[in-house]
């Protein structure tokens, strides 16, 4: 979630603005607090590294 240049919730507005059906996750050692709350409105948020197995899930089309 939190990136050199800005945040990972900056750059899923910026996905969504141009692709407003593409599914948003993130996976970050930041996965709690105010930025991760933010963030969990545009999608889930795995725990990295503990949260692999959760992520792939979701991409493969699971739950969250």
Do not use: N, Y
């Not at 599914?23 to 692999?52: C, N, W, Y």
């Amino acid at each position: 979630l939190e990136l050199g240049d800005g945040t990972g919730v900056d750059a899923a507005k910026l996905v969504l603005s141009a692709l407003p059906d593409c599914r948003i996750a993130f996976f970050s050692t930041a996965h709690e607090g105010a930025l991760a709350d933010e963030a969990r409105v545009f999608g889930p948020v795995f725990e990295k590294p503990h949260g692999l197995a959760g992520a792939v899930a979701w991409l493969r089309g699971g739950q969250e």
